[in-house]
């Protein structure tokens, strides 16, 4: 990376996953270490920017010269990102819930009776489509898009429908503890508009310093 290529600029990143509370002691939720995110963060910040991370929870250190916004469900998270804009750029890497529990029980559910309790959801807000229809969109925003199957083309269809600017794809496919959630590596697909890039199996950390590089080469262009 260059010397500080994204001073002056203001980066916005989501990592880890959302807690759905169903009552106190139980949730639901994606798997997501954050691992990816906190790189693409400290990436970020060492390149000079000023970074908001918000987070849900995750067991890693805050990057260095990143301003953290613990949050923990999807609501939270999206009120989170409204406060923090604007930004010059947000990557929005968390793997938020797409649904919550309808109703929260104050008070911890009973094993009590022989029928287990139904969970009946509803659906979280799209924070990353939302951030896209607003006002304040940022000049570049960037999602990603964990899939198992069809990877490059779900993540055409998602680039265009959710309205952002780059969608990184990567293949979760595999066995739920396989390599690349809670893992160090990642092989993933930069999808742009009419342009796609395979990138090698990397680390997290490299996958995050490359895609800051194009960041900067990409504000740099329209700048
Ligand atoms: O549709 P899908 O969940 O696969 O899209 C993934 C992308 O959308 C990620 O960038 C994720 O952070 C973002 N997202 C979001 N709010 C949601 C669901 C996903 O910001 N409720």
Redesign the pocket.
């Known amino acids: 990376i260059e010397h500080r290529p994204l001073y002056g600029k203001h980066v916005l990143v989501?990592a880890g996953p959302t807690h759905e509370p169903i009552d106190p002691v139980r949730y639901l939720a994606n798997r997501s270490s954050g691992k990816q995110g906190y790189a693409i963060a400290a990436a970020a910040a060492a390149a000079g920017a000023q970074v908001t991370l918000v987070s849900g929870p995750v067991h890693l250190a805050t990057p260095l010269g990143v301003d953290r916004v613990d949050v923990g469900s999807?609501q939270e998270m999206s009120d989170a990102v409204r406060a923090a804009m604007p930004a010059d750029v947000a990557i929005?890497?968390?793997?938020?819930a797409?649904w919550r529990p309808r109703d929260f029980k104050g008070e911890k559910m009973k094993k009590r009776g022989s029928a287990p309790p139904a969970l009946i959801l509803s659906e979280?807000?799209?924070?990353?489509a939302s951030v896209a229809a607003s006002a304040d969109r940022p000049d570049l925003l960037i999602?990603?898009?964990?899939e198992t199957n069809d990877v490059v083309e779900n993540a055409r269809k998602?680039r265009k429908s959710?309205g952002v600017d780059w969608i990184v794809a990567n293949d979760v496919s595999g066995p739920p503890d396989d390599s690349v959630m809670g893992g160090d590596d990642n092989k993933v697909h930069l999808v742009r508009e009419g342009k796609v890039e395979h990138w090698d199996a990397m680390t997290k950390q490299d996958v995050a310093m490359k895609l800051v590089t194009q960041i900067a080469e990409r504000l740099t262009e329209d700048a």
């Open positions: 989501t999807a929005m890497v968390a793997a938020v797409d979280n807000p799209d924070i990353l999602g990603f898009a964990a998602k959710k």
